[in-house]
């Protein structure tokens, strides 16, 4: 199994502020499978993704990946293993304003051994002819495009994707879905991705619907949808 996280346990703040997050996590996900966690606000579904990605520590539990094992690992080893393993794309993009948008992708590739040909991606991303640009020059759309490049072109095992299209409107959130779908197709990455639109589910390989920090289904979805046929 590519992906295995073990009895996953979180909670904040101490006494009787203590609010239980995660209560006893458990997924299994495939390579190359593309898996929603699926929840209304406070579900705990942002902060599963955090677990994963090692932005954020679990109070108990185990994740391991390929049979790596994250609580095994010193800071060190941590940063290293988010470098070669994991890209991330936010609800906010982070871009870097004064550098144009090959330049913002370029910044992912630097983080990689094994780097994707940046003017190719460009061509899978519909930016190559905006590489010149600058992010405020850009639409939302392609501003999401491009941060979307710079997690992929390092070709990272997982792509952690939290509420990818919470700032875009329907149109463009529907672009956005086709084109992680796409490159989940073409370079294999298995893909987290958090939201709270239940349609989006249609589009998975998992689906994982979490509540009040417990797992209220897991499963195979048998008849996916392209996420250009997604309605809501």
């Known amino acids: 199994m590519f992906l295995e996280i ?16 995660l209560k006893g996590i ?3 996900i495939e390579k190359g499978e593309i898996c929603v966690l ?26 391991s990946i390929n049979g790596d094992k994250t609580e095994d690992m010193n800071e060190k080893a941590l940063t290293l293993y988010r470098r070669k393993h994991l890209g991330y794309i936010f609800q906010q993009y982070n871009l870097i304003p004064n550098l144009n948008i090959k330049e913002n992708v370029e910044v992912g590739a ?34 999401q495009r491009t ?13 952690l994707c939290d509420e990818p299209t919470g700032a875009l409107d329907y149109n463009t959130s529907k672009e956005i879905l086709a084109l992680i ?24 390989d998992r689906v994982v619907k979490l509540r009040d920090g417990m797992i209220r289904k897991n499963y195979i979805n048998e008849q996916k949808t392209a996420a250009a046929d997604l309605d809501w």
């Open 38 to 63: 699926l929840g209304p606000s406070g579900s705990g579904k942002s902060t599963l993704l955090n677990i994963i990605g090692g932005i954020d520590s679990a109070d108990s539990g185990s994740i």
């Open 181 to 204: 779908e796409e490159v989940n197709k073409k370079y294999g990455n298995t893909v987290i991705m958090v939201t709270h639109n239940d349609a989006i589910k249609n589009m998975a």
């Open 147 to 159: 941060a979307i490049g710079r997690a992929i072109v390092k070709n990272p095992d997982i792509l």
């Open 26 to 28: 458990d997924i299994q």
């Open 6 to 21: 073990n009895n996953i346990k979180k909670s904040f703040g101490e006494g009787e502020n203590k609010t239980e997050v």
């Open 110 to 143: 630097y983080l990689s051994d094994s780097p994707l040909d940046v003017d190719e991606l460009l061509k899978t991303l519909g930016l190559y002819e905006h590489r010149h640009k600058l992010p405020n020059q850009l639409s939302g759309g392609q501003q």
